[in-house]
């Protein structure tokens, strides 16, 4: 149980710290977004900026999400699925899910 209780200490301390770091990311690039901890996909809302159906990509001024401890921005995602980009307007509030940093799904609200 000692074990156990040390373990845990030691996870709680890499959580706490992960805060920090996210903080000293201006996000000014975008390549700092870790990657998630949880396979689970997770779910935000964010307005269409721009579409690239070719190349399976959406840009979106998405909103903060505290699961991954991203703050609102805009940036571009790849989509699973380019059908998920048929018909798809800039200025369009959309739902999404993401694993990782790839869209698996989007339903405009
Ligand atoms: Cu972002």
Redesign the pocket.
Known sequence: MKVLAIAGGLAALVLLAQPAVAQTDD?AG?VG?AAPAAASAIEAVGVVRAVNAKAGKVTLA?EAIPALK??P?T?AFKVADPALLKDLAVGTKVRFKLDGQTIVGLTAL
């Open positions: 996000h975008h977004h998405h991203w703050p921005m940036m």
